[in-house]
């Protein structure tokens, strides 16, 4: 898709704040910090569009990002970051919950997990939670530049024996830097959105 125009139309917390055009929705799940915005920023060819942070658990609302009135990017907070209150994760997870489970407009997630380190145990909750749900995954190893291009095979093995990487999910490596991986991610979601 050749994206010119994008616009975050809403921060929400609840379901009545959710959009309500019936886009088809695409959700970017990860640990804080994995790099969720730099790789929406890839996908709509923008410098820094989705705000990214060099301080873990910035984003704590579910930000939804009008892509050419077609789709929308719906980016959730991260998981895993101690530095939040026990009783703000619970708020977060309950809202993350509510919104993945529910929403008929979601057609898939990008579950984001760091190239350079086994999946976590948080990742590993988030695949099989989705798993569960039935929502079809797309694994997104960011920061794969960091990575030896002789070790690539090697990291999408660990990626895949690490979630137990189950068909039909898929998997791709992606570097913001470089912008390896944009097409097949964008291959991904038009395959999702076009399904209905």
């Known amino acids: 898709m050749e994206v010119h125009n994008v616009e975050l139309v ?8 959710y959009p ?15 790099g969720k915005s730099s790789l929406t920023n890839v996908l709509i060819n923008r410098k820094s ?17 009008n892509v050419e009135d077609q789709l929308y990017f719906v980016d959730v907070p991260g998981y895993g970051y101690a530095k939040v209150s026990r009783s703000e994760r619970e708020k977060w ?11 008929p407009q979601l057609k898939g997630v990008i579950s984001l997990v760091d190239a350079r380190h086994e999946p976590s145990d948080d990742d590993v909750s988030m695949y099989n939670w989705l798993h569960y749900y039935k929502i079809p995954i797309l694994v997104v190893a960011t920061k794969s530049d960091k990575v030896a291009r002789g070790k690539w095979n090697k990291t999408e093995s660990v990626v895949k024996k690490g979630l137990q ?20 991610v964008w291959n991904w979601i038009e395959k999702r959105i076009g399904e209905d």
């Open 165 to 184: 990487l189950s068909d039909p999910d898929e998997f791709q490596l992606f570097s913001a830097q470089t912008k390896m991986g944009k097409d097949e």
């Open 20 to 34: 309500t055009t019936g886009y088809p929705e695409i959700a970017l799940v990860g640990r804080s910090n994995v």
């Open 93 to 103: 997870g309950k809202m993350i919950e509510t919104y993945l489970s529910t929403r």
């Open 10 to 17: 809403m921060s929400a917390v609840a379901p009545a704040q």
């Open 49 to 65: 569009y989705a705000r990214t942070s060099s301080q873990p658990g910035k984003t704590q609302t579910l930000n939804f990002y």
